[in-house]
């Protein structure tokens, strides 16, 4: 197994994307050398590990980085002994992929549009579209589970991590906009997932409280505001 000298994770605390793979490494029990990035002040470092997106997460192993979430928590899985985060099966594996890009490609852009909306309409289409997702979650947590405490079975698994990493953000978006993202009366079999997801160790490890995303959100605002109205004077 790989030692501390050998993994350097690039990453930012309120990232849902980064705590993925500190969750993946966390259940593997491997250590690693974590470098917060300041995005608006991007290192070196980060802008040659990863010249396509220029983003984290980031993990350097031996000198090689690997970019994109999904596919580092895969690689860990794959390279370290310890509990499996995939399942063996090749079609629930191939299931758990499918999932975990849906809330990628679906729900992510739903509930980050709550934030980024320009208008109370924009934002109120966005909070249908995330409850739309998270209904389509609900009925694949019905399927997928069987009746057990995580996507993954017993214990948290590759898709518990792909959508357990938005949680706080979630909380986030209640705080700020009261919208309630995993509503008991739509989603009572997420709402239940959530709470023992957000007990677990390693979510406890690693997940940041929701201030921190509220505060993160209120500054990227406010430096948005800033960059629109300096564009405006020119």
Known sequence: MAGKEDLKLLGMRVSPFVIRVRMALSIKGVSYEYVEEDLSNKSDLLLSSNPVHKKVPVLIHNGKPLCESLVIVQYVDELFAGPGILPTDPHERATARFWAAFVDDKLYPAWIGIIKAKTEDERTEKVKETHAAIRQMEEAFAKLSEGKAF?????????????????????????????????????????????????????????????????????????????AAAAATK
């Open 151 to 227: 996507f993954g079975g017993d214990s948290i698994g590759y898709l518990d991590i792909a959508l357990g990493s938005l949680l706080f953000w979630f909380e986030a978006v209640r705080r700020m906009y009261d919208v309630e993202i995993i509503k008991s009366s739509e989603a009572p079999l997420l709402v239940a997932w959530a709470e023992r997801f957000g007990e677990t160790a390693e979510a406890k490890e690693v997940v940041p409280e929701a201030d921190e995303a509220v505060q993160y959100a209120y500054n990227l605002r406010a430096a948005y505001a800033a960059a």
